[in-house]
């Protein structure tokens, strides 16, 4: 099954998952997007989880480095999932990680990692048995990171709190700078915003703001300001929408969403008066 989200955060709520777990009481699992860098509620996501035994699994590509009442995120779920792309808050370049603290989980995710071989090479070749000596006990894959990927990222995790100090900042100006511009929403942030990672910051354009989304973009981009679109939902992809049958009146919240959703640049080395300029030509651009 699909679910909508709360408008302002795009995440789902307890109170979301409790009604969709009342209506599909053979749901086994939850895939929890920590959307744009914000947590979850997780006390109460996981509250409903135990009620009607449902295993978590965090998709946490937005969310390094993210924190939910002092708790890093990676830390709740059965397992939670990384994304270390290269437009994420911390790169390898390519890959992503996965935590788990269930040691059933964590073995065969090790295994299948790496074309489902019981050894991987650091243990062939640190271990008193015989090197060559392994067994193919799973049709796995290979997904296992470089090791010069993963250098990159230790070196990037060094920094990683002052990166998302510095898209922190670009945040607090978007919020001072675009408040209260008529037919423009701002992102909601339910906790600390140094809880946030801010991967994304996005405005919503109203409908009945004077310009609509595509030509916002093109004057945008005529001002040398690159944007984008987070996202186009699952039920509007021809494969999830045809195979099951999703139409957008049944996610009413993530299709508002994403009939007005504009991204604005948000990385560390913004300066203040780039987000001037960015702010300046946003404020513009909304009065059509």
Not at 59 to 64: G, L
Not at 158 to 166: L, M, N, T, V
Not at 237 to 244: E, P, V
Request: with cysteine; aromatic share 12%; charged share 25%.
């Amino acid at each position: 099954m699909f679910l909508d989200v709360e408008y302002g955060t795009c995440l789902v709520t307890p109170e979301i998952l409790e009604a969709a777990a009342k209506r599909h009481p053979e749901a086994k699992a939850l895939v929890l997007v920590h959307f744009g860098g914000q947590a979850a509620e997780m006390e109460g996501i996981l509250a409903v989880c135990r009620k009607y035994g449902i295993r978590l699994i965090e998709d946490a590509a937005h969310a390094f480095p993210t924190k939910c009442k002092g708790r890093m995120i990676g830390s709740f779920g059965d397992a939670t999932c990384f994304s270390f792309y290269a437009n994420k808050t911390l790169t390898t370049g390519e890959g992503g990680m996965l935590a788990t603290d269930d040691e059933a989980v964590y073995r065969r995710a090790k295994v299948m990692r790496l074309h489902g071989i019981n050894r991987d090479i650091w243990g062939r070749f640190t271990e008193a048995k015989a090197n060559w000596e392994y067994d193919v006990v799973a049709p796995g894959f290979k997904y296992n990171m470089p090791d010069i990927n993963a250098a990159i990222g230790l070196a990037q995790l060094e920094r990683a709190e002052e990166f998302r100090r510095g898209r922190q900042r670009c945040a607090e100006f978007y919020y001072r700078a675009l408040a209260g511009v008529e037919h423009l929403d701002l992102p909601t942030c339910k906790g600390p915003r140094e809880d946030h990672a801010w991967h994304l910051f996005w405005i919503v354009l109203g409908a009945a703001c004077p310009v609509g989304r595509n030509r916002f973009i093109e004057q945008l981009n005529a001002a040398g300001i690159g944007t984008s679109v987070h996202y186009k939902p699952l039920h509007r992809m021809s494969y999830y929408r045809d195979r099951y049958g999703l139409k957008p009146a049944d996610y009413p919240t993530a299709e508002r969403h994403w009939q007005g959703v504009i991204s604005l640049p948000i990385y560390p080395s913004l300066t203040d008066d780039e987000l001037g300029y960015i702010c300046e030509h946003v404020r513009s651009a909304a009065k059509g």
